[in-house]
Protein backbone atom coordinates (compact mmCIF):
# COMPACT_ATOMS: atom_id res chain seq x y z
CA UNK A 1 0.00 0.00 0.00
CA UNK A 2 1.21 3.55 -1.02
CA UNK A 3 1.71 5.65 2.00
CA UNK A 4 -0.28 9.49 1.77
CA UNK A 5 3.01 11.73 0.80
CA UNK A 6 5.24 8.74 0.16
CA UNK A 7 4.69 9.11 -3.46
CA UNK A 8 5.73 11.84 -5.27
CA UNK A 9 4.04 13.05 -8.65
CA UNK A 10 5.06 15.16 -11.16
CA UNK A 11 2.99 17.69 -11.17
CA UNK A 12 3.82 18.16 -7.54
CA UNK A 13 7.67 19.02 -8.49
CA UNK A 14 6.19 21.45 -11.38
CA UNK A 15 3.71 23.31 -8.50
CA UNK A 16 6.52 23.34 -6.39
CA UNK A 17 8.73 24.92 -9.02
CA UNK A 18 6.16 27.06 -10.11
CA UNK A 19 5.52 28.48 -6.18
CA UNK A 20 8.88 28.69 -5.80
CA UNK A 21 9.41 31.06 -8.53
CA UNK A 22 6.05 32.90 -8.35
CA UNK A 23 4.38 32.33 -4.60
CA UNK A 24 1.67 30.67 -3.52
CA UNK A 25 -1.11 29.86 -5.76
CA UNK A 26 -5.01 29.82 -4.82
CA UNK A 27 -7.11 26.73 -3.80
CA UNK A 28 -9.06 27.11 -6.81
CA UNK A 29 -5.61 27.14 -9.24
CA UNK A 30 -4.53 23.98 -7.22
CA UNK A 31 -7.93 22.10 -8.28
CA UNK A 32 -7.86 23.47 -11.42
CA UNK A 33 -4.10 22.16 -12.12
CA UNK A 34 -4.39 18.96 -10.48
CA UNK A 35 -7.97 18.09 -11.86
CA UNK A 36 -7.33 19.19 -15.77
CA UNK A 37 -3.64 20.19 -16.29
CA UNK A 38 -3.31 19.29 -20.17
CA UNK A 39 -0.61 16.47 -19.71
CA UNK A 40 -0.72 15.87 -15.80
CA UNK A 41 -3.98 16.25 -14.65
CA UNK A 42 -6.25 13.77 -12.81
CA UNK A 43 -8.90 13.89 -15.19
CA UNK A 44 -6.80 14.62 -18.59
CA UNK A 45 -4.74 11.04 -18.54
CA UNK A 46 -6.96 9.02 -16.20
CA UNK A 47 -9.94 6.96 -16.61
CA UNK A 48 -10.71 7.24 -12.23
CA UNK A 49 -14.17 5.69 -12.01
CA UNK A 50 -15.36 2.62 -11.42
CA UNK A 51 -15.15 -0.76 -8.79
CA UNK A 52 -11.12 -0.77 -10.58
CA UNK A 53 -10.84 3.37 -9.91
CA UNK A 54 -10.78 5.56 -7.14
CA UNK A 55 -14.95 6.50 -6.81
CA UNK A 56 -18.19 4.94 -8.26
CA UNK A 57 -20.81 7.14 -9.31
CA UNK A 58 -24.68 6.22 -9.39
CA UNK A 59 -24.85 5.39 -13.31
CA UNK A 60 -22.17 2.68 -12.09
CA UNK A 61 -24.37 1.31 -9.30
CA UNK A 62 -27.02 1.12 -11.16
CA UNK A 63 -28.63 0.45 -14.79
CA UNK A 64 -32.08 2.28 -12.89
CA UNK A 65 -30.35 5.45 -12.61
CA UNK A 66 -29.76 6.68 -15.99
CA UNK A 67 -33.04 5.12 -17.05
CA UNK A 68 -35.13 7.11 -14.96
CA UNK A 69 -33.42 10.44 -16.13
CA UNK A 70 -33.41 9.26 -19.51
CA UNK A 71 -37.49 9.24 -19.08
CA UNK A 72 -37.34 12.54 -17.51
CA UNK A 73 -35.57 13.83 -20.50
CA UNK A 74 -38.00 12.51 -22.74
CA UNK A 75 -41.15 14.08 -20.11
CA UNK A 76 -39.26 16.72 -20.74
CA UNK A 77 -38.44 17.35 -24.41
CA UNK A 78 -42.63 16.67 -24.67
CA UNK A 79 -43.00 19.58 -22.16
CA UNK A 80 -40.79 21.72 -24.49
CA UNK A 81 -43.30 20.94 -27.31
CA UNK A 82 -41.29 18.08 -28.98
CA UNK A 83 -39.00 20.50 -30.59
CA UNK A 84 -37.64 18.55 -34.19
CA UNK A 85 -34.22 19.32 -33.39
CA UNK A 86 -32.58 19.58 -29.84
CA UNK A 87 -29.47 19.61 -27.63
CA UNK A 88 -28.99 16.97 -25.95
CA UNK A 89 -25.99 17.90 -23.49
CA UNK A 90 -23.98 15.77 -20.71
CA UNK A 91 -21.06 17.96 -18.92
CA UNK A 92 -18.47 15.08 -17.43
CA UNK A 93 -19.73 12.03 -18.88
CA UNK A 94 -17.13 10.11 -17.36
CA UNK A 95 -17.22 6.10 -19.00
CA UNK A 96 -20.27 7.09 -21.10
CA UNK A 97 -22.36 4.82 -18.73
CA UNK A 98 -24.92 7.75 -17.40
CA UNK A 99 -25.61 8.27 -21.56
CA UNK A 100 -26.18 4.45 -22.80
CA UNK A 101 -28.85 4.33 -20.20
CA UNK A 102 -30.57 7.64 -21.23
CA UNK A 103 -30.40 6.85 -24.88
CA UNK A 104 -31.59 2.99 -24.12
CA UNK A 105 -34.32 4.26 -22.08
CA UNK A 106 -35.19 6.62 -24.53
CA UNK A 107 -35.86 4.03 -27.46
CA UNK A 108 -39.10 4.20 -26.40
CA UNK A 109 -39.86 7.81 -28.21
CA UNK A 110 -38.02 7.41 -31.12
CA UNK A 111 -39.04 10.99 -32.57
CA UNK A 112 -36.94 12.17 -29.29
CA UNK A 113 -33.91 10.05 -30.70
CA UNK A 114 -34.27 11.55 -34.11
CA UNK A 115 -34.05 14.86 -32.82
CA UNK A 116 -31.32 15.17 -30.71
CA UNK A 117 -28.27 16.15 -31.09
CA UNK A 118 -25.79 14.47 -28.23
CA UNK A 119 -22.93 16.87 -27.38
CA UNK A 120 -20.25 15.24 -24.89
CA UNK A 121 -18.76 18.17 -23.30
CA UNK A 122 -15.38 16.52 -21.65
CA UNK A 123 -11.88 17.74 -20.90
CA UNK A 124 -10.04 13.90 -20.74
CA UNK A 125 -8.92 12.26 -23.46
CA UNK A 126 -9.16 8.59 -22.24
CA UNK A 127 -12.55 9.28 -20.78
CA UNK A 128 -13.39 10.63 -24.62
CA UNK A 129 -12.00 7.30 -25.45
CA UNK A 130 -14.01 5.06 -23.83
CA UNK A 131 -17.39 7.37 -24.15
CA UNK A 132 -16.90 6.73 -27.92
CA UNK A 133 -16.33 3.40 -27.66
CA UNK A 134 -19.43 2.92 -24.85
CA UNK A 135 -21.81 5.16 -27.49
CA UNK A 136 -20.39 4.25 -30.95
CA UNK A 137 -23.03 1.88 -31.69
CA UNK A 138 -26.05 4.32 -30.35
CA UNK A 139 -27.33 5.24 -33.32
CA UNK A 140 -27.69 8.94 -32.56
CA UNK A 141 -25.34 12.06 -34.11
CA UNK A 142 -22.77 12.44 -31.00
CA UNK A 143 -20.24 15.29 -30.81
CA UNK A 144 -17.59 16.18 -28.18
CA UNK A 145 -16.85 19.74 -27.15
CA UNK A 146 -14.28 21.21 -24.47
CA UNK A 147 -16.40 23.58 -23.06
CA UNK A 148 -19.94 23.59 -22.91
CA UNK A 149 -19.94 27.27 -24.28
CA UNK A 150 -18.73 26.03 -27.65
CA UNK A 151 -21.88 24.10 -27.80
CA UNK A 152 -23.90 26.00 -31.38
CA UNK A 153 -27.03 27.54 -29.42
CA UNK A 154 -30.49 25.00 -29.73
CA UNK A 155 -32.96 24.57 -27.40
CA UNK A 156 -31.07 22.36 -25.21
CA UNK A 157 -31.65 19.60 -22.31
CA UNK A 158 -28.39 18.77 -20.18
CA UNK A 159 -27.91 16.49 -17.70
CA UNK A 160 -24.66 17.06 -14.97
CA UNK A 161 -23.72 14.24 -12.77
CA UNK A 162 -21.20 14.65 -10.26
CA UNK A 163 -19.61 17.30 -12.65
CA UNK A 164 -20.34 20.52 -10.11
CA UNK A 165 -18.31 18.83 -7.41
CA UNK A 166 -15.10 19.12 -9.71
CA UNK A 167 -15.24 23.06 -10.46
CA UNK A 168 -12.81 25.07 -8.34
CA UNK A 169 -13.32 26.60 -5.44
CA UNK A 170 -11.60 29.45 -3.23
CA UNK A 171 -11.52 28.72 0.36
CA UNK A 172 -11.02 31.94 2.72
CA UNK A 173 -9.84 31.65 6.66
CA UNK A 174 -11.47 34.16 9.23
CA UNK A 175 -8.15 35.00 10.45
CA UNK A 176 -6.89 36.91 13.40
CA UNK A 177 -7.26 40.56 11.75
CA UNK A 178 -10.35 38.79 9.16
CA UNK A 179 -10.32 37.04 6.19
CA UNK A 180 -7.48 36.00 4.78
CA UNK A 181 -7.55 33.29 0.95
CA UNK A 182 -6.08 30.40 1.86
CA UNK A 183 -3.29 29.45 -0.67
CA UNK A 184 -1.14 26.39 -1.46
CA UNK A 185 2.49 27.17 -1.26
CA UNK A 186 5.25 24.98 0.13
CA UNK A 187 5.76 22.95 3.20
CA UNK A 188 8.73 24.64 5.74
CA UNK A 189 11.49 22.58 4.02
CA UNK A 190 10.63 24.06 0.64
CA UNK A 191 10.07 20.63 -0.82
CA UNK A 192 6.61 19.80 -0.89
CA UNK A 193 3.05 21.48 -0.86
CA UNK A 194 1.12 23.05 2.53
CA UNK A 195 -1.66 25.39 2.77
CA UNK A 196 -0.78 28.94 3.79
CA UNK A 197 -2.89 32.32 4.13
CA UNK A 198 -2.80 35.47 2.17
CA UNK A 199 -0.69 38.52 4.44
CA UNK A 200 -3.13 40.89 2.68
CA UNK A 201 -6.85 41.03 2.71
CA UNK A 202 -8.78 39.67 -0.25
CA UNK A 203 -10.09 42.41 -2.72
CA UNK A 204 -13.16 44.48 -1.61
CA UNK A 205 -15.16 43.00 -4.47
CA UNK A 206 -15.30 39.10 -3.30
CA UNK A 207 -18.58 38.40 -1.67
CA UNK A 208 -17.94 37.31 1.98
CA UNK A 209 -19.86 37.61 5.29
CA UNK A 210 -18.95 40.67 8.32
CA UNK A 211 -15.96 39.29 9.36
CA UNK A 212 -17.02 40.69 12.67
CA UNK A 213 -19.53 38.38 12.38
CA UNK A 214 -17.51 35.21 12.42
CA UNK A 215 -14.98 33.09 14.72
CA UNK A 216 -11.77 33.14 14.24
CA UNK A 217 -10.55 30.07 12.32
CA UNK A 218 -13.44 29.73 10.12
CA UNK A 219 -13.99 28.57 6.43
CA UNK A 220 -16.00 30.01 3.93
CA UNK A 221 -15.70 29.14 0.64
CA UNK A 222 -16.69 30.51 -2.74
CA UNK A 223 -17.47 28.34 -5.77
CA UNK A 224 -17.10 30.93 -8.34
CA UNK A 225 -16.57 28.38 -11.07
CA UNK A 226 -19.73 26.08 -10.61
CA UNK A 227 -21.71 29.70 -10.25
CA UNK A 228 -20.08 31.07 -13.87
CA UNK A 229 -21.72 27.36 -14.97
CA UNK A 230 -25.01 27.61 -13.76
CA UNK A 231 -25.23 30.76 -15.58
CA UNK A 232 -24.21 29.88 -18.80
CA UNK A 233 -26.81 26.64 -18.83
CA UNK A 234 -29.65 29.26 -17.13
CA UNK A 235 -28.79 32.04 -19.78
CA UNK A 236 -28.77 29.06 -22.93
CA UNK A 237 -32.60 27.88 -21.50
CA UNK A 238 -33.57 30.97 -21.19
CA UNK A 239 -32.91 32.01 -24.78
CA UNK A 240 -33.31 28.90 -26.84
CA UNK A 241 -35.79 26.98 -24.35
CA UNK A 242 -35.39 23.78 -22.25
CA UNK A 243 -34.02 22.12 -18.89
CA UNK A 244 -31.06 21.25 -17.13
CA UNK A 245 -30.88 18.33 -14.61
CA UNK A 246 -27.77 18.90 -12.33
CA UNK A 247 -27.38 15.60 -9.43
CA UNK A 248 -24.50 15.96 -7.29
CA UNK A 249 -23.59 16.13 -3.49
CA UNK A 250 -23.75 18.92 -1.53
CA UNK A 251 -25.43 21.79 1.25
CA UNK A 252 -28.67 24.15 0.59
CA UNK A 253 -27.29 27.32 2.20
CA UNK A 254 -24.05 28.72 2.13
CA UNK A 255 -22.52 28.14 5.25
CA UNK A 256 -18.78 27.68 7.41
CA UNK A 257 -16.79 24.69 6.71
CA UNK A 258 -14.20 22.94 5.06
CA UNK A 259 -15.80 20.63 2.16
CA UNK A 260 -12.62 20.73 -0.15
CA UNK A 261 -11.69 16.78 -0.08
CA UNK A 262 -9.56 13.88 -2.03
CA UNK A 263 -10.21 10.46 -2.53
CA UNK A 264 -8.25 7.56 -4.29
CA UNK A 265 -8.31 4.20 -4.17
CA UNK A 266 -12.18 4.64 -2.83
CA UNK A 267 -10.65 5.99 0.64
CA UNK A 268 -10.13 9.66 1.42
CA UNK A 269 -6.35 11.36 0.73
CA UNK A 270 -4.97 14.58 1.84
CA UNK A 271 -5.73 17.13 -0.22
CA UNK A 272 -2.08 18.20 -1.28
CA UNK A 273 -0.39 14.85 -1.71
CA UNK A 274 0.56 13.75 -5.25
CA UNK A 275 -1.52 16.27 -6.86
CA UNK A 276 -2.92 14.59 -10.42
CA UNK A 277 -3.05 11.18 -8.61
CA UNK A 278 -6.24 11.76 -6.36
CA UNK A 279 -9.82 13.53 -7.43
CA UNK A 280 -10.66 16.28 -5.43
CA UNK A 281 -13.77 17.52 -5.26
CA UNK A 282 -15.87 20.48 -3.30
CA UNK A 283 -19.63 19.72 -1.78
CA UNK A 284 -22.39 21.81 -4.12
CA UNK A 285 -23.41 25.13 -3.15
CA UNK A 286 -27.09 24.58 -4.48
CA UNK A 287 -28.27 28.19 -2.87
CA UNK A 288 -25.41 29.60 -5.19
CA UNK A 289 -26.63 27.60 -7.96
CA UNK A 290 -30.33 29.05 -7.47
CA UNK A 291 -29.48 32.19 -7.15
CA UNK A 292 -26.76 31.93 -10.63
CA UNK A 293 -30.01 30.42 -12.25
CA UNK A 294 -33.09 33.38 -11.02
CA UNK A 295 -29.82 36.23 -12.27
CA UNK A 296 -30.05 34.52 -15.77
CA UNK A 297 -34.14 34.92 -15.65
CA UNK A 298 -34.62 31.10 -15.50
CA UNK A 299 -36.61 28.99 -12.85
CA UNK A 300 -35.23 26.91 -10.18
CA UNK A 301 -36.42 23.81 -9.04
CA UNK A 302 -35.04 21.91 -5.67
CA UNK A 303 -33.17 20.94 -4.58
CA UNK A 304 -34.35 17.55 -3.65
CA UNK A 305 -32.44 14.58 -1.86
CA UNK A 306 -31.63 11.22 -4.63
CA UNK A 307 -33.68 9.18 -2.89
CA UNK A 308 -37.38 11.04 -3.10
CA UNK A 309 -36.25 12.13 -6.85
CA UNK A 310 -35.81 8.83 -8.06
CA UNK A 311 -38.97 7.18 -6.00
CA UNK A 312 -40.93 9.57 -7.57
CA UNK A 313 -39.52 9.31 -11.00
CA UNK A 314 -40.53 5.42 -10.61
CA UNK A 315 -37.54 3.61 -9.25
CA UNK A 316 -39.86 0.78 -7.18
CA UNK A 317 -41.14 -0.47 -10.33
CA UNK A 318 -38.31 0.07 -12.69
CA UNK A 319 -36.77 -2.30 -10.31
CA UNK A 320 -39.91 -4.96 -9.96
CA UNK A 321 -39.81 -5.23 -13.61
CA UNK A 322 -36.26 -5.45 -14.28
CA UNK A 323 -36.03 -8.03 -11.30
CA UNK A 324 -39.30 -10.16 -13.11
CA UNK A 325 -37.76 -13.59 -14.39
CA UNK A 326 -33.94 -13.26 -13.08
CA UNK A 327 -31.88 -15.25 -11.24
CA UNK A 328 -31.80 -14.18 -7.48
CA UNK A 329 -28.56 -13.45 -7.39
CA UNK A 330 -29.15 -11.05 -10.23
CA UNK A 331 -32.66 -9.98 -7.99
CA UNK A 332 -30.04 -9.38 -5.16
CA UNK A 333 -27.58 -7.49 -7.20
CA UNK A 334 -30.48 -5.24 -8.73
CA UNK A 335 -31.36 -4.57 -5.02
CA UNK A 336 -28.67 -3.44 -3.89
CA UNK A 337 -27.63 -0.99 -6.48
CA UNK A 338 -31.05 1.02 -6.07
CA UNK A 339 -30.82 0.67 -2.11
CA UNK A 340 -27.94 1.79 -2.61
CA UNK A 341 -28.71 5.00 -4.58
CA UNK A 342 -31.70 5.84 -2.45
CA UNK A 343 -30.84 4.75 1.09
CA UNK A 344 -30.44 7.95 3.60
CA UNK A 345 -27.24 6.67 4.46
CA UNK A 346 -25.65 5.87 1.59
CA UNK A 347 -26.03 8.26 -1.59
CA UNK A 348 -30.20 8.97 -0.96
CA UNK A 349 -29.93 11.44 0.89
CA UNK A 350 -26.56 13.70 0.28
CA UNK A 351 -26.72 13.55 -3.22
CA UNK A 352 -28.99 15.93 -4.35
CA UNK A 353 -31.51 16.61 -7.59
CA UNK A 354 -31.78 20.24 -9.11
CA UNK A 355 -33.25 21.65 -12.31
CA UNK A 356 -32.88 24.83 -13.97
CA UNK A 357 -36.13 25.42 -16.46
CA UNK A 358 -36.70 27.91 -19.05
CA UNK A 359 -39.79 30.02 -17.72
CA UNK A 360 -42.88 28.98 -18.78
CA UNK A 361 -42.22 25.29 -18.78
CA UNK A 362 -44.62 23.03 -15.94
CA UNK A 363 -42.75 22.15 -13.12
CA UNK A 364 -40.39 19.32 -14.03
CA UNK A 365 -41.34 15.74 -12.85
CA UNK A 366 -39.46 14.36 -9.65
CA UNK A 367 -39.38 17.96 -7.83
CA UNK A 368 -43.04 18.35 -5.93
CA UNK A 369 -44.15 15.88 -3.22
N1 LIG B 1 -20.90 11.98 -14.82
C1 LIG B 1 -20.00 10.84 -14.69
C2 LIG B 1 -18.59 11.21 -14.30
C3 LIG B 1 -18.38 12.05 -13.07
S1 LIG B 1 -16.66 12.42 -12.83
C4 LIG B 1 -20.60 9.80 -13.79
O1 LIG B 1 -21.58 10.10 -13.14
O2 LIG B 1 -20.08 8.69 -13.73
C5 LIG B 1 -16.51 14.04 -13.47
C6 LIG B 1 -16.50 14.14 -14.97
O3 LIG B 1 -16.51 15.52 -15.32
C7 LIG B 1 -15.30 13.54 -15.68
O4 LIG B 1 -15.76 13.03 -16.89
C8 LIG B 1 -14.40 14.77 -15.87
O5 LIG B 1 -13.44 14.59 -16.85
C9 LIG B 1 -15.43 15.82 -16.22
N2 LIG B 1 -15.11 17.22 -15.98
C10 LIG B 1 -14.94 17.78 -14.78
N3 LIG B 1 -14.75 19.11 -14.89
C11 LIG B 1 -14.83 19.40 -16.19
C12 LIG B 1 -14.73 20.61 -16.94
N4 LIG B 1 -14.49 21.77 -16.36
N5 LIG B 1 -14.90 20.55 -18.27
C13 LIG B 1 -15.16 19.36 -18.86
N6 LIG B 1 -15.25 18.18 -18.21
C14 LIG B 1 -15.08 18.19 -16.89
Same mark, same amino acid.
Given at each position: MTLAGAERTALEDRLVALIRARGPITVADYMADAL?????GYYTA?????AEGDFITAPEVSQIFGELVGLWLVQSWIDMGSPSAFNLVELG +????VLMQDVLRAARLRPAFLDAAHVLLVETGGRLRLEQRRRLKDSGVRIDWA????DVAPAPTLLVAN?????LPIRQFVRGTVGWRERLVGLSPDGAGLAFTLSPTPPEPAIDLP +????VAEGAIFELPDAAESAAEEIAKAVVDHGGRALIIDYGHLHDGFGETLQAVRRHAPWPVLSAPGAADITAHVNFERLTRAAFNAGAGAHGPVSQGAFLERLGLPFRLERLSHGKPPEEVMRLHQGAQRLVSPNQMGELFKAFCISAPGLPAPQGFQS
Open positions: FHPQERSPIG +PGRGDRFAEFFDC +PADD
